[in-house]
């Protein structure tokens, strides 16, 4: 066995040392290639593909569906800080199903479904309006989480106890919701409204008054406000407070959208003229405003000739007995008069305006930033900040954001506008902010499946040439052999003195070449004499 092993190696040395260098480089890039196409297929193929189980969970939910997991052996991963559970793409359908005949997740909310699976048994009064009081959230959450634009929503609901004593005054409720919207979504004044209509007729004796509802980020969805004079200083102070908020959800909207709704924080003061005045314009202005002329509505003409003798000499109207302004009595030589007179009334127009200022003008304005400048961390790698030329970058486009908002909302009548000196902006790291990255899925593309393939098929060819050459030179190194042994037979035959001399080379060639065979026939020598 050794001997043929050492004649295997031999072969394979030789045959490496008669490949050219070209053949050498090619048959290794092969191997290579080859061992790396596996790996990666391999690779590839053994990494299971996990895809969302249930997402936007709550920690309760979770818990659930983890341990019935583990008990079922299937494998998970938990991803979104906790809230997306994640499981193998090949088992999401049949899990979805097991778990949901089981009533798994159970949220532990209560809605009215729990009426009629539990009317067999008796609660008291104060247990039975808790329970009236959940089902009412959990269906009025359920109600508002259908609304486009609204991820999730939580519902309190604050109902006045019933007095033993019979009043006409009936207390109000009272509810406050909290909604997790959409990034980026913007809700209209009529939607708004609409929500908080929906609420007021969901809940008995539910004023829109007594509702406030905000979202995750501190907004507050304000209904259309209808003020009157009575306060004049809550008046004024609730119209700087929804001015300077209006401003502000636009500004963390748009700002938000280009560095991130939690790198972010505006802030928003404003200088408000209550100045309310009431005046009259009456104008006149010209019907033709090239010529600066009216429009004639009557002419007069006066055409007057006289014939005669002139009245000279004296003073007119001087005497005693004479008439004041007329003619002297004395009169001079005949002569002509002609008098020629033309009047034109000229109507123009008139316009009356009654104008009545607004009540309320923004006379100044300031905004203030703040940009988390602290980058989003990744694995135990040391925290980085931006560095000077990225938050120059970012302060000039939030920037150019903020001029244009300043120069549109201060009225104009407050003469010329200085954007740079009403905008404040700082960089600094936020504390107290927790990100968890969600886990990318790896996919492989369809045409990386061709790739390999292709590539396959033509390393699989070229290990069938190698192997199909490599077996006929083996060919022809067995036979080169077997020609030298004819040809070396005769040369013991070439110096043949005696008998005795080829006896002697004949053993000398058996105990050589086949030495069990020379000790078997010398055995069998000795125990003949």
Do not use: C
């Not at 050498?24 to 590839?44: N, Q, R, Y």
């Not at 593909?49 to 309760?60: F, I």
């Not at 006045?160 to 004593?165: G, H, K, S």
């Not at 104008?283 to 006289?306: A, F, K, N, Q, R």
């Amino acid at each position: 066995m050794k001997e043929k092993l050492m004649h295997v190696n031999e072969r394979l040395i030789n045959f490496w040392k008669m490949r050219t260098r070209s053949q050498k480089i090619a048959f290794i890039g092969t191997v290579a290639v080859l061992f790396i196409l596996i790996g990666s297929i391999v690779l590839f193929t053994t990494n299971t593909k996990y895809v969302p189980l249930y997402n936007n969970l709550s920690l309760q939910e979770v818990d659930q569906i983890k341990t019935e997991l583990e008990t079922k052996g299937v494998p998970y991963e938990l991803t979104a800080g906790g809230t997306t559970i994640k499981v193998p793409e090949s088992q999401v359908d049949s899990l979805i199903v097991e778990l949901a005949g089981q009533g798994i997740p159970n949220s532990g909310s209560i809605d009215y479904s729990f009426f009629s699976n539990n009317t067999s048994w008796g609660i008291t009064d104060n247990e039975f309006n808790l329970i009236k009081l959940d089902a009412m959230q959990t269906e009025l959450a359920n109600l508002i989480k259908g609304i486009e634009g609204i991820n999730d929503a939580q519902v309190m609901i604050n109902i006045p106890e019933e007095t033993v004593f019979v009043s006409q005054a009936t207390e109000e409720a009272s509810a406050s919701i909290v909604l997790n919207t959409k990034l980026g979504y913007k809700f209209e004044g009529n939607q708004v409204e609409t929500l908080y209509h929906l609420v007021s007729k969901a809940v008995p004796n539910l004023p829109p008054d007594n509702i406030v509802i905000m979202n995750q980020y501190f907004e507050y969805f304000d209904r259309n406000p209808v003020y009157t004079a009575q306060d004049e200083f809550t008046y004024q102070q609730t119209v700087k407070k929804d001015i300077e908020r209006d401003i502000q959800k636009r500004l963390q909207q748009m700002l938000g959208a280009m560095v991130g709704m939690e790198k972010v924080i505006v802030s928003v003061t404003t200088d408000i003229d209550f100045t309310a005045e009431n005046r009259t314009e009456e104008l006149v202005d010209p019907v033709d405003l090239e010529s600066m002329e009216g429009l004639p509505i009557s002419i007069e003409s006066i055409h007057e000739t006289y014939s005669g003798d002139q009245p000279i000499g004296g003073v007119a109207g001087t005497g005693e007995e004479d008439i004041a302004n007329y003619p002297g009595a004395e009169t001079g030589k005949g002569g002509d008069y002609e008098l020629v007179k033309e009047t034109i009334n000229n109507e123009f127009n008139r316009i009356r305006k009654d104008i009545v200022e607004s009540p309320y003008k923004i006379r100044d304005i300031g905004i203030q930033v703040a940009v988390d400048n602290l980058k989003e961390e990744s694995g135990n790698e040391e925290v980085q900040y931006l560095s000077a030329q990225e938050e120059s970058t970012v302060e000039q486009g939030i920037t150019s954001i903020l001029n244009s908002m300043i120069i549109t909302s201060i009225d104009k009548a407050y003469g010329e506008v200085n954007p740079d000196e009403k905008i404040s902006i700082v960089f600094q790291e936020f504390t107290g902010r927790q990100t968890t990255p969600a886990s990318p899925t790896p996919i492989i593309p369809l045409w990386m499946y061709i790739v390999g393939g292709f590539l396959l098929l033509i390393i699989i060819l070229l290990i069938f040439l190698l192997l199909r050459n490599r077996k006929q030179e083996m060919g022809l190194e067995e036979e080169s052999p077997r020609l030298q042994t004819t040809e070396e037979v005769p040369e013991i035959s070439e110096k043949l003195d005696s008998q005795s001399d080829i006896q002697r080379k004949q053993l000398e060639k058996m105990a050589k070449d086949k030495p069990e065979e020379f000790a078997k026939l010398l055995r069998s020598w000795i125990t003949d004499d």
